[in-house]
């Protein structure tokens, strides 16, 4: 069996620098192969660096496209795809591939690490060997393997900034894919997408600006989906459905998710045409309101993509 692990950046790949951990080309590439020379890893690897190597802080619409596109050209040769990438926006890219692949026949893992493979304590060589593995035997979909949990790709979330185990997802059966005939690719470009979070006292002028210089906005509202509500905050969620930008609603909580209409302290969001996002982690909305304007021009088909589940990420 032949796996193809595409290497991005983000700690795992990283060495120490005057500035603090950067990039080095090879760390991954060396530790792939000393991991197959030993047998810790058996099959096929071939490796494909996505240069320039990033910390996934740098990383963008264009970058999850990227890799999607990657793995489709490859989709013939590989019986399962690794992606290496930093942790800090890796469960934004793992969403945005469970989206982009519709269809997907093999499962795609991403991994990285809290230690660099460059360092004794790394937890690099054991989510490296975790990953390999599940390439092989994991259902189809796009899977998290780290701190030996393997989370589904679009519901999980970094949750911890220290942790070996970083990363948490709410579990679901639904597989992290898109069904489809056919493997497909989806069109994923840059947008202009804001996520605002709702504070006491929150002030509506910056919802009125990103309704005013956004294409997309994810509004973390408090608890099961309560918002300061005002003249001023319905206004700028009106400016926002009358010049066609979408708007997803999310909890601020960890867990539990959304039940818009329990409170009448969430009747705006109602009134504005807001879409109730669910169980959706904000990740995953802001990566799912930039699927919608990639692949519809039309408001309604952009919100009736938003507010159904595609893959797993919405649901209870
Ligand atoms: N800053 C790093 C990154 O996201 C963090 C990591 O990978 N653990 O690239």
Redesign the pocket.
């Known amino acids: 069996m032949a796996t193809l692990l595409i290497h991005t ?4 790949g990283m060495a120490q620098t005057p500035d603090g ?1 950067a990039p080095r080309d090879g760390v991954v590439e060396d530790a792939v192969a000393a991991l197959v020379a030993s047998g810790k890893v058996t099959g096929e690897v071939d490796v494909l660096r996505l240069d320039p190597l ?4 740098l990383a963008t619409a264009q970058d999850w496209a990227r890799i999607a596109q990657t793995i489709h050209h490859h989709r013939g040769r590989f019986d399962g795809f690794v992606v290496t ?6 469960a934004y890219t793992a969403a945005a591939l469970c989206l982009a692949l519709p269809g997907l026949a093999q499962p795609v893992i991403v991994t ?3 230690r660099p493979l460059t360092v004794a304590d790394t937890d690099g060589t054991a989510n490296l060997i975790d990953a390999l593995a599940a390439a092989r035997t994991a259902p189809a979909g796009v899977w998290v393997q780290f701190g030996g949990k393997r989370l589904h790709g679009g519901r999980v979330r970094k949750a911890h900034s220290q942790a070996l185990d970083a990363f948490t997802a709410a579990p679901t059966d639904r597989a992290p894919r898109v069904t489809a005939p056919d493997p497909q690719l989806s069109p994923l470009r840059p947008h202009e997408v804001a996520l605002l979070t709702v504070t006491p006292g929150f002030s509506a002028a910056l919802l009125d600006h990103a309704a005013t210089t956004c294409d997309g906005i994810v509004l973390r509202c408090f608890g099961a989906g309560t918002v300061p509500d005002s003249p001023a905050l319905r206004a700028a969620l009106r400016k926002a459905q009358g010049k066609g930008v979408p708007v997803v609603a999310v909890s601020q909580c960890a867990e539990g998710g959304m039940q818009i209409g329990t409170y009448a302290a969430g009747k705006a969001l109602r009134d504005s045409g807001v879409v109730d996002g669910g169980q959706m982690t904000a990740e995953a909305a802001f990566v799912k309101i930039h699927h919608a304007l990639s692949c519809f021009a039309q408001f309604d088909a952009q919100h009736a993509y938003l507010a159904a589940d595609q893959c797993g990420e919405m649901a209870e």
Request: charged residues 10%.
């Open positions: 950046g983000g700690t795992i951990f990033i910390d996934s802080a990438h930093g942790t800090d926006t890796l990285g690490a809290m």
